[in-house]
């Protein structure tokens, strides 16, 4: 892949505003409900007469604009870092097993402590970060080949499925819980339970740009990052946390959502290059877009029926997973570097 030069990009970024602009606005605009453009000014500015449009815009529809704003943004900068610390263009919270242990926990936690739905994020988010530091643990003992993280990422979501599936089957209520929440979806969500995900995925992004310099440097390899004065352990921990923490944010109210920190850092490293400022910010909007948009096709294509996003997602990721193991043989680590 070539290297471009990120002042070669900035004009990139205006368009990709716009398009998020655009798709908010029609996503705003589409549903079972579809409105014109002066119904949305009049629902948005709360006239006389727009009052059942106000209601389905702000209590509806913006708030899963958001939800899915946010969670494009978390789990692509999440991607972003896991395959660049891992040197591994298949690392993602889903195919590394952070979703697996994202959900074990949070069944877990519904089993032993069933009213305790308040802290379900905490949860997620040990869940997230304890399977990240065992996959990392596994890569490194293996000697970090460059299937190492996803087949350790294989087997630990195998084990962690068989454990989930046991603790459901042994209550229908978890069950239940368990099934709406693997799937992944923004069906309920209100602008207070986003919050705090918001402001978590917001800090991890900011984090992990203050720290693209020494990310990048990182993905030239532990040597070459150790002869270069970074502190490998301790960077690639940094990091670990921040992908884990910006995972959960989104898996504590969007569910197991998956491929979307698997796809996304692909497209902005083919249209941004390999710069990992560029690609964080890059990533931020396309997920955004994408996210958006998958949403927006689970709501409109079969109304009044719905699809949940999380659907969507494995539709269009899926395919792309299979395209990038067959495009070659074998992924050469230096494809991220």
Request: charged share 10%.
């Amino acid at each position: 892949m070539k290297h471009r030069n990120q002042t070669g990009t900035l004009w990139l970024y205006p368009v990709f505003a716009i398009l998020l602009l655009l798709t908010t606005v029609l996503s705003l605009l589409s549903g079972s409900a579809v409105f014109t453009l002066p119904e949305l000014w009049g629902g948005i500015t709360g006239q006389s007469g727009y009052e059942t449009v106000h209601f389905i815009l702000y209590s509806l529809r913006l708030p899963r604009i958001l939800a899915a704003l946010i969670a494009g943004v978390g789990l692509s900068v999440a991607g972003v870092l896991l395959q660049n610390i891992m040197g591994n263009p298949l690392a993602s919270p889903n195919t590394i097993g952070v979703n697996a242990g994202a959900g074990l926990t949070v069944v877990l936690f519904l089993t032993l402590v069933p009213s305790g739905m308040l802290f379900l994020p905490f949860a997620a988010f040990l869940g997230a970060f304890g399977t990240s530091l065992l996959i990392l643990a596994v890569s490194g003992k293996t000697g970090g080949g460059k299937g190492t993280v996803v087949l350790a990422g294989i087997a630990v979501t195998t084990l962690f499925q068989a454990v989930i599936s046991f603790f459901s089957t042994l209550d229908t209520d978890v069950l239940s819980l368990y099934t709406s929440f693997s799937i992944g979806s923004f069906q309920g969500v209100t602008i207070e339970r986003l919050l705090l995900p918001g402001v978590l995925v917001t800090g991890c992004l900011v984090c992990a740009l203050m720290l693209s310099g020494q990310i990048a440097v990182l993905s030239l390899g532990d040597g070459m990052a150790s002869s270069l004065g970074v502190s490998v352990r301790k960077m690639r921990t940094v990091c670990l946390l921040l992908a884990s923490l910006s995972a959960a944010a989104v898996i504590s109210y969007a569910g197991l959502l998956g491929f979307v920190g698997l796809v996304v850092p692909h497209m902005a490293r083919k249209i941004l290059g390999t710069d990992i400022r560029s690609q964080l910010i890059g990533s931020a909007f396309l997920g955004g877009i994408l996210v958006m948009l998958s949403d927006l096709a689970g709501r409109v294509l079969f109304a009044p029926s719905e699809i949940s996003v999380g659907i969507v997602m494995a539709l269009i990721g899926a395919p792309f997973f299979f395209c990038l193991l067959l495009k070659r043989k074998e992924l050469p680590d230096a494809e991220l570097s």
